[in-house]
């Protein structure tokens, strides 16, 4: 245990001024048994600080051959280890500099012992959360409509939220989110996303009815829609798939929806698309036009991330290309567009790529990464930086 006097020799052997210091000397040692393995350190940011200080509770999800990630209630972040030259003190009741006072007129010596030590620490770097397991987990057993003839429908492959936060690599918030996305609703406590036939069978039920009544598409009864379509679906899956393609509102205590245009447009496409390789792009426009509620109009930017157009074929063609299908890695993702076609342009990539973003992380610093550029008919396009196998 230091003196205040080996103390002040020791500055005097450093030629340090003693009135240039604090008032304080924290003098450390070595507990017993202090190991390295006693402890892990976290990096944390502002945010995540006021999140812990706030009585939060942050949560480590991965499974065993997944990288682990961290998450708060509605971010998710990277856990990288981050190595050290200096050694790192865990050190209980140590005050930094700004928490101490020159008020006492002499210097003290303060004995703290070090309760443990480390040369890493954990990084947090803010990342995409992994939803495309999320998707193919309720794909296991999608919702097809009520069981026929009374019949107890298998539980097996179903999920409620708390099994989804146990396997899902994201925040609980990112989680809800993705699944209002999908269209997935909570039957019976389990968390389901619609089988897309059956789906389409509920909006065709909705627009159809909305044709028949001769309704604003901007204003559609619930309670009419819920009394005319129930002896065909179920209410509540009548009342989910307006909440997926209208937005609710209020009028003279009774409620509507207006139905979302491009929302509607776009699932009517798929539904077009989704038996055909290619499909004639006039043709395919044309039928479409057809196919939805009177009063709406199809345009090709509806499908952007979910169907390519292919200018440079004769006749030009559409097919169905949807987003959530491709890789969430980067690098693969890239290989994968580039097999499909060999020159994008960027208009076209982009709705394939925007999802790849991270934080402040633009698609023209993507493709700078990740793809060539060139010049073809005065027309910017863009391709793979190395060559692909075929």
Known sequence: MRTLEEVQATLQIAKLKEEDLQKTVHCLSFGENVSSADYCLVELDDTLCKHIEAGQSLVIRGDKDEHAVLCSGDQTYDLKIADTSNLLLFVPGCK???Q????????????????????????LRKRRPKLKKLTKLL????????????QVE????????????????????????????????????????LDFDYEMKLLGHVTQLVDSESWSFN????????????????????????????????????????????????????????????????????????????GMSTRLDQLKSVALVDRM??????????????????LERFNHLF??????????????????????QTTGALLTKYARSSTQNGIKVFNSRRPLAT
């Open 154 to 193: 298998n539980t097996e492959n179903m999920y409620t939220m708390p099994d989804l936060l146990e396997r899902i690599q994201a925040s609980e918030e990112e989680i809800k989110i993705h699944l209002e996305t999908i269209h997935a609703c909570q039957i019976d406590g389990y968390w389901r996303v």
């Open 96 to 98: 930094t500099p700004d």
């Open 339 to 360: 097999t499909l076609r060999e020159k994008w342009t960027e208009e076209d990539i982009t709705p394939y790529i925007q999802d790849l973003c991270g934080e402040k």
């Open 100 to 123: 101490l006072t020159n008020s006492q007129d002499s210097c003290q010596v303060v004995h703290t012992p070090i309760w443990g030590f480390c040369n890493s620490y954990w990084e």
């Open 313 to 330: 074929s004769r006749p030009e063609t559409i097919c169905l290309l949807r987003v959530e299908d491709l890789s969430e890695d980067t």
């Open 219 to 294: 204003k559609v009864s619930l309670q009419t829609s819920l009394e005319e379509l129930a002896p065909l679906e179920p209410k509540e899956m009548i009342e989910h798939c307006l909440n997926c393609y209208g937005k609710r509102y209020t009028e003279n205590d009774k409620v509507f929806y207006a139905l979302h245009e491009d929302k509607v447009c776009r699932g009517i496409a798929l539904m077009l698309l989704q038996n055909a390789v290619k499909f004639n792009l006039r043709e395919f426009q044309e039928v479409w036009q057809q196919s939805v509620p009177e």
């Open 139 to 150: 794909m296991e057993n999608p919702y097809e409509g009520p069981a026929v003839g009374g």
